[in-house]
Protein backbone atom coordinates (compact mmCIF):
# COMPACT_ATOMS: atom_id res chain seq x y z
CA UNK A 1 0.00 0.00 0.00
CA UNK A 2 1.21 3.14 -0.49
CA UNK A 3 -0.40 6.99 0.60
CA UNK A 4 -0.15 9.29 -2.58
CA UNK A 5 -1.40 13.44 -2.14
CA UNK A 6 -2.94 14.20 -5.75
CA UNK A 7 -4.22 17.23 -7.30
CA UNK A 8 -7.85 16.59 -8.63
CA UNK A 9 -10.82 19.03 -9.47
CA UNK A 10 -8.51 21.83 -8.03
CA UNK A 11 -7.66 20.69 -4.47
CA UNK A 12 -5.23 17.86 -2.79
CA UNK A 13 -6.92 15.02 -2.09
CA UNK A 14 -5.02 12.52 0.49
CA UNK A 15 -5.32 8.71 -1.02
CA UNK A 16 -4.12 5.61 -0.56
CA UNK A 17 -4.32 2.40 -2.53
CA UNK A 18 -3.72 -1.79 -1.82
CA UNK A 19 -3.35 -4.84 -3.87
CA UNK A 20 -2.49 -5.09 -7.18
CA UNK A 21 -3.04 -2.46 -10.16
CA UNK A 22 -3.74 -4.98 -12.44
CA UNK A 23 -6.49 -6.16 -10.71
CA UNK A 24 -10.37 -5.05 -11.04
CA UNK A 25 -10.42 -1.87 -9.44
CA UNK A 26 -12.51 -0.46 -6.41
CA UNK A 27 -13.33 3.19 -4.82
CA UNK A 28 -13.99 3.33 -1.62
CA UNK A 29 -15.79 6.16 -0.89
CA UNK A 30 -16.45 7.73 3.07
CA UNK A 31 -19.13 9.23 4.66
CA UNK A 32 -20.24 12.50 6.28
CA UNK A 33 -17.19 13.87 8.88
CA UNK A 34 -15.67 10.56 8.35
CA UNK A 35 -11.99 10.12 7.54
CA UNK A 36 -10.66 6.76 4.82
CA UNK A 37 -9.72 5.90 7.49
CA UNK A 38 -12.98 4.52 8.65
CA UNK A 39 -12.42 1.90 5.69
CA UNK A 40 -10.50 -0.15 7.99
CA UNK A 41 -7.36 -2.07 6.88
CA UNK A 42 -8.48 -5.35 8.08
CA UNK A 43 -12.05 -4.88 5.78
CA UNK A 44 -9.54 -4.11 3.10
CA UNK A 45 -7.27 -6.89 3.37
CA UNK A 46 -10.76 -9.14 2.78
CA UNK A 47 -11.39 -7.24 -0.83
CA UNK A 48 -8.01 -7.51 -1.85
CA UNK A 49 -7.81 -11.16 -1.22
CA UNK A 50 -10.35 -11.24 -3.31
CA UNK A 51 -8.56 -9.74 -6.24
CA UNK A 52 -9.60 -6.16 -6.29
CA UNK A 53 -7.00 -3.11 -6.50
CA UNK A 54 -8.46 -1.05 -3.69
CA UNK A 55 -8.26 2.91 -3.49
CA UNK A 56 -9.66 4.97 -0.41
CA UNK A 57 -9.13 8.83 -0.13
CA UNK A 58 -10.15 11.52 2.23
CA UNK A 59 -13.05 13.55 1.29
CA UNK A 60 -12.61 17.11 1.07
CA UNK A 61 -13.02 18.70 4.87
CA UNK A 62 -11.63 15.60 6.48
CA UNK A 63 -8.58 14.06 6.96
CA UNK A 64 -5.85 15.60 4.64
CA UNK A 65 -7.81 16.82 2.26
CA UNK A 66 -8.29 19.98 0.75
CA UNK A 67 -10.48 21.50 3.65
CA UNK A 68 -12.75 24.75 2.92
CA UNK A 69 -14.64 27.85 4.34
CA UNK A 70 -17.91 27.70 2.98
CA UNK A 71 -18.92 31.71 3.72
CA UNK A 72 -16.10 32.11 0.56
CA UNK A 73 -16.67 29.00 -1.34
CA UNK A 74 -19.58 26.45 -0.90
CA UNK A 75 -19.78 22.76 -2.52
CA UNK A 76 -22.01 20.18 -3.07
CA UNK A 77 -22.46 16.85 -4.38
CA UNK A 78 -21.66 17.34 -7.42
CA UNK A 79 -18.10 18.96 -6.65
CA UNK A 80 -17.60 15.53 -4.52
CA UNK A 81 -18.53 13.07 -7.37
CA UNK A 82 -16.01 15.19 -9.40
CA UNK A 83 -13.32 14.57 -6.55
CA UNK A 84 -14.12 11.17 -6.78
CA UNK A 85 -13.79 10.68 -10.42
CA UNK A 86 -10.54 13.30 -10.17
CA UNK A 87 -8.87 10.30 -8.23
CA UNK A 88 -9.65 7.61 -11.01
CA UNK A 89 -7.90 10.05 -13.10
CA UNK A 90 -5.05 10.53 -11.05
CA UNK A 91 -4.36 6.90 -10.94
CA UNK A 92 -4.62 6.64 -14.49
CA UNK A 93 -8.03 4.77 -14.02
CA UNK A 94 -10.89 5.21 -17.28
CA UNK A 95 -13.39 3.59 -14.63
CA UNK A 96 -13.75 1.67 -11.25
CA UNK A 97 -16.62 0.04 -9.04
CA UNK A 98 -17.67 2.41 -6.45
CA UNK A 99 -18.20 1.34 -2.74
CA UNK A 100 -19.92 4.05 -1.02
CA UNK A 101 -21.13 4.40 2.82
CA UNK A 102 -24.07 6.78 3.82
CA UNK A 103 -22.89 9.86 2.21
CA UNK A 104 -20.37 8.16 0.29
CA UNK A 105 -23.36 6.04 -1.05
CA UNK A 106 -24.66 9.64 -1.63
CA UNK A 107 -21.67 10.49 -3.93
CA UNK A 108 -21.32 7.20 -5.69
CA UNK A 109 -24.86 7.79 -6.84
CA UNK A 110 -24.11 11.74 -8.15
CA UNK A 111 -21.01 10.31 -10.31
CA UNK A 112 -23.62 7.43 -11.61
CA UNK A 113 -25.97 10.44 -13.01
CA UNK A 114 -23.43 12.44 -13.64
CA UNK A 115 -20.19 10.43 -14.58
CA UNK A 116 -22.31 6.76 -15.70
CA UNK A 117 -19.05 6.07 -18.07
CA UNK A 118 -16.49 6.12 -15.02
CA UNK A 119 -18.66 4.07 -12.87
CA UNK A 120 -18.82 0.22 -13.84
CA UNK A 121 -21.10 -0.74 -10.61
CA UNK A 122 -22.59 1.01 -7.63
CA UNK A 123 -22.37 -0.59 -3.93
CA UNK A 124 -24.47 1.46 -2.05
CA UNK A 125 -23.89 1.00 1.79
CA UNK A 126 -26.39 2.74 4.48
CA UNK A 127 -27.22 5.15 2.66
CA UNK A 128 -30.35 6.86 1.04
CA UNK A 129 -31.81 8.91 -1.85
CA UNK A 130 -32.74 11.73 -0.04
CA UNK A 131 -30.91 15.41 -0.32
CA UNK A 132 -30.58 17.97 1.97
CA UNK A 133 -33.84 16.55 3.97
CA UNK A 134 -31.93 14.38 6.57
CA UNK A 135 -29.75 17.32 7.52
CA UNK A 136 -32.94 19.86 7.93
CA UNK A 137 -34.35 16.89 9.90
CA UNK A 138 -31.43 17.09 12.42
CA UNK A 139 -30.50 20.66 12.35
CA UNK A 140 -33.43 22.31 11.57
CA UNK A 141 -36.78 20.14 13.09
CA UNK A 142 -37.81 19.63 9.30
CA UNK A 143 -40.07 16.21 8.89
CA UNK A 144 -39.14 14.24 5.73
CA UNK A 145 -40.71 11.90 3.53
CA UNK A 146 -38.59 9.34 4.37
CA UNK A 147 -38.51 7.92 8.34
CA UNK A 148 -35.83 10.71 10.12
CA UNK A 149 -33.07 9.90 12.22
CA UNK A 150 -34.21 8.16 15.76
CA UNK A 151 -33.93 11.50 18.35
CA UNK A 152 -30.95 10.01 20.15
CA UNK A 153 -28.89 10.57 16.47
CA UNK A 154 -30.54 14.49 16.42
CA UNK A 155 -29.70 14.89 20.31
CA UNK A 156 -26.18 13.77 20.09
CA UNK A 157 -25.14 16.19 16.95
CA UNK A 158 -27.24 19.03 17.98
CA UNK A 159 -25.19 18.36 21.14
CA UNK A 160 -21.96 18.62 19.86
CA UNK A 161 -23.33 21.44 17.59
CA UNK A 162 -23.83 23.97 20.53
CA UNK A 163 -20.73 22.53 21.98
CA UNK A 164 -17.80 21.98 20.05
CA UNK A 165 -15.16 19.61 21.51
CA UNK A 166 -11.95 21.87 21.89
CA UNK A 167 -9.28 19.29 23.34
CA UNK A 168 -8.12 15.44 22.00
CA UNK A 169 -9.51 14.06 24.53
CA UNK A 170 -13.01 15.32 24.25
CA UNK A 171 -13.08 15.31 20.54
CA UNK A 172 -12.05 12.03 20.79
CA UNK A 173 -14.96 11.47 23.13
CA UNK A 174 -17.73 13.02 20.50
CA UNK A 175 -16.55 10.56 18.10
CA UNK A 176 -17.12 7.67 19.99
CA UNK A 177 -20.58 8.85 21.84
CA UNK A 178 -21.39 9.74 18.12
CA UNK A 179 -20.96 6.15 16.42
CA UNK A 180 -21.78 4.19 19.68
CA UNK A 181 -25.14 5.61 18.91
CA UNK A 182 -25.48 4.55 15.09
CA UNK A 183 -24.58 1.04 16.04
CA UNK A 184 -27.36 -2.21 16.10
CA UNK A 185 -27.32 -5.11 18.65
CA UNK A 186 -25.99 -7.57 16.22
CA UNK A 187 -22.36 -6.65 17.78
CA UNK A 188 -21.31 -4.57 20.79
CA UNK A 189 -19.71 -1.09 20.00
CA UNK A 190 -15.93 -1.98 20.01
CA UNK A 191 -14.66 1.07 22.12
CA UNK A 192 -11.02 -0.06 22.18
CA UNK A 193 -11.37 -0.36 18.22
CA UNK A 194 -12.66 2.64 17.93
CA UNK A 195 -10.79 4.84 20.31
CA UNK A 196 -8.05 3.89 18.59
CA UNK A 197 -8.99 5.21 15.27
CA UNK A 198 -10.29 8.33 16.54
CA UNK A 199 -7.33 9.07 18.17
CA UNK A 200 -5.71 8.45 14.73
CA UNK A 201 -8.77 10.64 13.18
CA UNK A 202 -7.45 13.26 15.11
CA UNK A 203 -3.99 13.24 14.89
CA UNK A 204 -4.24 13.37 11.43
CA UNK A 205 -6.87 16.15 10.71
CA UNK A 206 -5.05 19.12 8.45
CA UNK A 207 -8.65 20.97 10.62
CA UNK A 208 -10.66 18.86 12.53
CA UNK A 209 -13.81 21.10 12.85
CA UNK A 210 -13.61 21.36 8.84
CA UNK A 211 -15.49 17.24 8.97
CA UNK A 212 -19.08 19.45 10.07
CA UNK A 213 -19.32 21.41 6.74
CA UNK A 214 -20.54 18.34 4.71
CA UNK A 215 -24.19 18.92 6.72
CA UNK A 216 -23.95 22.48 6.00
CA UNK A 217 -22.90 21.65 2.64
CA UNK A 218 -25.56 19.36 1.50
CA UNK A 219 -28.39 21.19 3.46
CA UNK A 220 -30.05 22.63 0.11
CA UNK A 221 -29.48 18.90 -2.05
CA UNK A 222 -32.62 17.55 -3.49
CA UNK A 223 -33.47 14.25 -3.54
CA UNK A 224 -32.35 11.98 -6.02
CA UNK A 225 -34.79 9.58 -6.80
CA UNK A 226 -36.04 10.95 -10.17
CA UNK A 227 -32.60 11.20 -11.15
CA UNK A 228 -31.89 7.83 -10.20
CA UNK A 229 -34.18 6.04 -12.33
CA UNK A 230 -32.43 6.82 -15.44
CA UNK A 231 -28.94 5.60 -14.19
CA UNK A 232 -28.10 1.97 -15.50
CA UNK A 233 -24.78 1.26 -13.38
CA UNK A 234 -25.88 -2.28 -12.07
CA UNK A 235 -26.48 -2.16 -8.63
CA UNK A 236 -26.79 -3.58 -5.27
CA UNK A 237 -27.60 -2.22 -2.21
CA UNK A 238 -26.30 -2.97 1.56
CA UNK A 239 -28.55 -1.63 4.74
CA UNK A 240 -28.70 -2.54 8.06
CA UNK A 241 -32.49 -3.30 9.94
CA UNK A 242 -31.11 -0.82 12.98
CA UNK A 243 -29.72 1.87 11.08
CA UNK A 244 -31.01 4.94 13.40
CA UNK A 245 -30.09 7.69 10.60
CA UNK A 246 -30.96 6.15 7.38
CA UNK A 247 -33.50 3.43 9.16
CA UNK A 248 -34.07 0.81 6.48
CA UNK A 249 -37.11 2.22 4.25
CA UNK A 250 -33.91 4.66 2.73
CA UNK A 251 -32.27 1.63 1.38
CA UNK A 252 -35.60 0.15 0.04
CA UNK A 253 -36.39 4.01 -1.36
CA UNK A 254 -32.68 3.17 -3.34
CA UNK A 255 -33.68 -0.19 -4.28
CA UNK A 256 -36.95 1.30 -5.32
CA UNK A 257 -35.46 4.53 -7.63
CA UNK A 258 -32.40 1.94 -9.47
CA UNK A 259 -33.55 -0.08 -11.73
CA UNK A 260 -32.62 -3.54 -11.52
CA UNK A 261 -30.59 -2.99 -8.33
CA UNK A 262 -30.76 -5.61 -5.52
CA UNK A 263 -30.92 -5.30 -1.34
CA UNK A 264 -28.91 -6.81 1.08
CA UNK A 265 -30.11 -6.89 4.08
CA UNK A 266 -28.14 -6.56 7.32
CA UNK A 267 -30.02 -8.16 10.28
CA UNK A 268 -29.89 -5.92 13.76
CA UNK A 269 -27.08 -3.80 11.95
CA UNK A 270 -27.28 0.11 12.16
CA UNK A 271 -25.07 2.68 10.33
CA UNK A 272 -21.64 0.53 11.22
CA UNK A 273 -19.59 -2.12 9.60
CA UNK A 274 -18.75 -4.35 12.29
CA UNK A 275 -16.58 -6.59 11.89
CA UNK A 276 -18.98 -9.57 12.47
CA UNK A 277 -20.61 -8.80 9.55
CA UNK A 278 -17.28 -8.36 7.51
CA UNK A 279 -17.29 -11.76 5.76
CA UNK A 280 -21.25 -10.86 4.10
CA UNK A 281 -20.16 -8.03 2.60
CA UNK A 282 -17.14 -8.92 1.15
CA UNK A 283 -18.81 -11.91 -0.73
CA UNK A 284 -21.47 -9.16 -1.86
CA UNK A 285 -19.21 -6.86 -3.16
CA UNK A 286 -16.71 -9.23 -4.44
CA UNK A 287 -19.20 -11.20 -6.76
CA UNK A 288 -21.29 -8.14 -7.64
CA UNK A 289 -17.52 -6.20 -8.97
CA UNK A 290 -16.47 -9.99 -10.55
CA UNK A 291 -19.79 -9.70 -12.77
Known amino acids: MAERTVKANGIDIWTE ?3 NPDDIPILLVMGASAQAILWEEGFIAGLVDGGRYVIRFDNRDTGQTTCFDLEQESYGLADMANDAVGVLDAYGLDSGHFVGASMGG ?7 IDHPDRIRSMTSIMSSPAGGEIARAIFMGETPELPPPHQKIIDVNVKYMMEPPLTREDRVQSRLES ?5 GSRA ?9 IFEREHDRAANWPAMNHHGLALMDEE ?3 AKLRGISTPTIVIHGTEDPILPYPHGE ?10 MVTLDRVGHELPEVIWPQVWDEILAHTAQ
Request: no cysteine; glycine share 8%; net charge negative.
Open 188 to 196: EFDVERFTA
Open 179 to 183: FGALA
Open 17 to 19: DFG
Open 106 to 112: MISQQVA
Open 223 to 225: NRS
Open 253 to 262: ATVEAIEGSR
